[in-house]
C-alpha cells in the first residue's frame, strides 16, 4: 500500500469511529466502567445489552413543540464502528414521504437532536426517523389542542429497574385515556451507572405512547446515579449517597443524562450553566392553553451535611421529636434557588395564550410520609423532600400560589394529594404526587402516628386519616387523598400505578385520578385508588381567606383579560390570573390600597392601571373596564 493510498485510508477510519463512545474511559479513570454498556468496545461485553439487529437500532423518540419551535430527540442503540453516524427525520405530507433535516448522532449516548424552526402547530404530522436503509421509528407530531375543553395530563415516575420487561397494562391504560401530555418526573431508570441503557430500556417499555403525544421527561437522583441529590449548584460531592451536596458523578456524565432526557424540552429559560459545566433546562411548555413550568427541584438545593445539626442516623434524616425546627431552616440555604423563584415569578405574570397554569417537578413541597422502606420504620422528616428548607419551601410554593398554580410531581413512591398550607393551613396550592410506575425500590406510607383524622377531613371519605397536619419539619399540609401499600409481597398490592390530571378550561377546575398498576380503566372511578378522583377548583390555590374584596370588575362582553392585584403599600403581588368571565371580584387578604394592572395577556404598568382600591363586602359596587 503506498503513502497515499494508507493516508486516505486512516481517514476513512478515523471518520467512521467514534471520537468518544468507544474510548476505553470516556468520563476519566477515577470512573472507568460508567456507562460502559454503550461506550468502549461495548459490543464485546459478554452481557453487551444493547446489541440488537441492525434495522432496529432507532429505539424510540419524544419531542414538544412550544414557540413555534419543533424539537425532537431520536434515542438510539449503540452504533457499531462501520455505521454511518447521520440520522434523518421525514414528514408525511400525503403519501409521500419527505426529508426534514439531517443530523449528526451524538455518540456518547447515541441520541440525535433535530429543530425545525416556523413549526406550524395547528396540524398534526406524521414523521419518522430513519437510520441507513432499513432502521427506522414513526410517530405523530401532535397539533396543539387549543380548541379541547379539557387537557389531559400523565403524571408518571420512579420506574423500578429491579422489575425488567414491557409494561403492558400501563401502556395500554394510557393509550385509552390518550392524554395531551406524558410527564416523567424523574427515576425513568435505576440503571445508576449506565444511563444510556436504562434510558433505552425505559423508552422502549414506554414508545408506544412517547411516539404520539408531547412529553416532558426530567431526571431525578437515581438517573444520575445517586441515592438523592442536594446539587448546590453544581459542586462536587464526596458520595453518591449525597447529603453534603453536589453531584458525585463527572459533569460530562450528569449532562449527558440531561441531554437525553431533556434536550427535546422548549429551550431553557435562562440557559447560563452552572458550577463546573454542568447545564441547567428550566423553562415552559404551554399545551392546549394550559401553561407549565418545568424546575429542577434538585440542583440548587443546599445539602443538610455539615450545615445543620445532626439529629438522626443520617445527615437528611430527623427522628428527635424535640428538636428545633428554626435550627435547620437557616438563612442561607436554598431550594429553588434565586433564578428558578424570577422564573417563576416572571412565568406567572405572563398568559400569553394561556387559561390555566401548573407547575411540574420532581418532588413534593412537604413530607407527606410517615413509614420509610417498611411498615415498621417511622422517620420524623426527611430533608430529602422539598418540605425543607421550610423558608425556601414557603418561597417557592408563595410564587406558585400568585399563579393560581397546581403542582404536580413524583419521587416519594406514595401517591397523595394535598393543599398545602404557607402562613396557615390550607393557605396554598394544590399538589398531586404521583405513585411509583413499578414499586419494587422502595415503599411509603401515610399513617399518624396517632392513627386520627385532622381538622378538616374529607367529607365521606373511605381513607380513615384525611384533614389538616403538620409534617415533621413544621409544613402545613391537608391531606385529601393517599395510596398506601397493602402487602408490599404482593406485585398486585404495591401502591404502585399513574396519576392522571385533567385540567378543565371552562369550568377552571382541576380532576386527579390515581390508577393502579393493574387495574383497568374501562371498569370506571371504582378501579382508581379509595379516594380518587379528586376535583379542586383553580382558584382555590390560592386558599388565603379573603379580609375584603375590591369592586366588581366588569369587562366588555366576550373580553377574559388578565388581571394582577398588587399591594400599593409594599408593592406585592398578590396574584396574577386570566378571568374566567366578563365580570371579576378580586379578593384581597389585609386592609390597605391596591392597584389592579389589566392586560389582554400580561399586565405591563404603562398600560391599563387602576389605583387606590380599598377592600369592602363582595359585590358593593361595579367598575367598567374599557381596555383600550
Not at 272 to 280: D, L, N, Q, S
Not at 503 to 515: L, S
Amino acid at each position: 500500500m503506498n503513502r497515499q493510498a494508507f493516508t486516505l485510508v486512516a481517514l476513512l477510519l478515523l471518520i467512521s469511529s467514534p471520537l468518544s463512545a468507544q474510548d476505553a474511559k470516556p468520563f476519566g479513570d477515577k470512573h472507568p466502567k460508567l456507562d460502559s454498556q454503550a461506550t468502549g468496545k461495548w459490543w464485546e461485553l459478554p452481557d453487551a445489552k444493547l446489541k440488537i439487529e441492525r434495522d432496529k437500532v432507532v429505539a424510540f423518540a419524544v419531542y414538544t413543540h412550544e414557540n413555534k419551535t419543533l424539537k425532537l430527540s431520536a434515542q438510539l442503540y449503540p452504533l457499531m464502528p462501520d455505521e454511518p453516524r447521520k440520522v434523518r427525520l421525514e414528514f408525511k405530507n400525503g403519501e409521500q414521504w419527505k426529508q426534514a433535516a439531517e443530523t449528526t448522532v451524538n455518540e456518547l449516548g447515541w441520541s440525535a437532536n433535530f429543530r425545525i424552526k416556523d413549526w406550524d402547530n395547528t396540524k398534526n404530522v406524521a414523521y419518522r426517523v430513519r437510520h441507513g436503509e432499513k432502521a427506522k421509528f414513526e410517530g405523530l407530531i401532535r397539533r396543539d389542542p387549543i380548541d379541547k375543553q379539557t387537557i389531559v395530563v400523565a403524571n408518571l415516575s420512579c420506574n423500578s429497574s429491579r422489575t425488567t420487561g414491557p409494561r403492558p397494562k400501563i401502556v395500554e391504560n394510557i393509550k385509552k385515556i390518550d392524554p395531551d401530555l406524558l410527564f416523567f418526573a424523574g427515576d425513568q431508570t435505576y440503571r445508576h451507572t449506565q444511563h444510556t441503557w436504562g434510558w433505552i430500556e425505559w423508552g422502549v417499555q414506554f414508545r408506544d405512547i412517547l411516539k404520539d403525544r408531547p412529553v416532558v421527561s426530567i431526571p431525578d437522583d437515581h438517573d444520575v446515579g445517586q441515592a438523592n441529590i442536594w446539587g448546590e449548584s453544581g459542586k462536587v460531592a464526596s458520595t453518591a449517597a449525597g447529603p453534603d451536596g453536589g453531584y458525585f458523578y463527572p459533569p460530562k456524565y450528569v449532562n449527558m443524562v440531561q441531554h437525553h432526557q431533556t434536550w427535546h424540552l422548549p429551550d431553557p429559560y435562562d440557559a447560563t450553566p452552572i458550577k463546573r459545566g454542568i447545564g441547567v433546562y428550566y423553562t415552559r411548555l404551554r399545551v392546549g392553553g394550559i401553561d407549565f413550568a418545568i424546575i429542577e427541584d434538585r440542583k440548587f438545593k443546599s445539602g443538610p451535611k455539615g450545615k445543620i445539626p445532626k439529629m438522626g442516623p443520617r445527615p437528611d434524616h430527623i427522628n428527635n421529636p424535640k428538636y428545633d425546627r428554626k435550627s435547620i431552616d437557616l438563612p442561607n440555604l436554598k431550594l429553588l434557588g434565586d433564578r428558578q423563584l424570577k422564573f417563576l415569578n416572571q412565568w406567572g405574570q405572563d398568559w400569553t395564550n394561556v387559561e390555566m397554569k401548573c407547575v411540574l417537578s420532581q418532588t413534593a413541597f412537604c413530607g407527606a410520609v410517615h413509614l420509610h422502606g417498611r411498615p415498621n420504620n417511622r422517620l420524623l422528616a426527611d430533608l430529602d423532600c422539598n418540605g425543607w428548607p421550610q423558608t425556601g419551601r414557603n418561597k417557592a410554593l408563595s410564587e406558585i400560589r400568585r399563579a393560581w398554580a397546581t403542582h404536580l410531581c413524583g419521587d416519594q413512591h406514595l401517591a397523595v394529594v394535598v393543599k398545602h398550607g404557607i402562613e396557615n393551613p390550607g393557605d396554598g396550592p394544590f399538589a398531586f404526587t404521583s405513585p411509583a410506575l413499578v414499586n419494587t425500590i422502595y415503599g411509603r406510607w401515610w399513617h399518624p402516628l396517632d392513627e386520627k383524622p385532622g381538622p378538616n377531613a374529607v367529607k365521606n371519605s373511605p381513607l380513615k386519616w384525611t384533614g389538616d397536619f403538620q409534617d415533621g419539619l413544621g409544613n402545613y399540609i391537608r391531606m385529601l387523598a393517599y395510596a398506601n401499600p397493602e402487602d408490599r409481597k404482593d406485585e398486585t398490592k404495591r401502591g404502585d400505578g399513574f396519576g392522571i390530571a385533567r385540567f378543565n378550561k371552562k369550568d377552571r377546575t382541576i380532576t386527579f385520578e390515581c390508577w393502579p398498576r393493574f387495574a383497568s380503566v374501562d371498569d370506571g372511578d371504582r378501579a382508581q385508588y379509595p379516594g380518587w378522583p379528586i376535583t379542586v377548583k383553580m382558584r382555590e390555590n390560592d386558599g388565603r381567606k379573603p379580609f375584603g374584596y375590591l369592586p366588581t370588575l366588569v369587562f366588555p362582553k366576550g373580553l377574559r383579560p388578565v388581571v394582577q392585584v398588587k399591594n400599593q403599600n409594599t408593592g406585592e403581588i398578590l396574584y396574577t390570573v386570566r378571568v374566567s368571565t366578563d365580570r371579576f371580584d378580586a379578593p384581597v387578604y389585609q386592609s390597605g390600597k391596591y392597584s389592579v394592572l389589566i392586560d389582554a395577556n400580561k399586565p405591563d404598568a404603562n398600560k391599563k392601571v387602576i389605583s387606590n382600591f380599598l377592600p369592602g363586602k363582595k359585590g358593593r359596587g361595579e367598575i367598567k373596564v374599557d381596555l383600550n
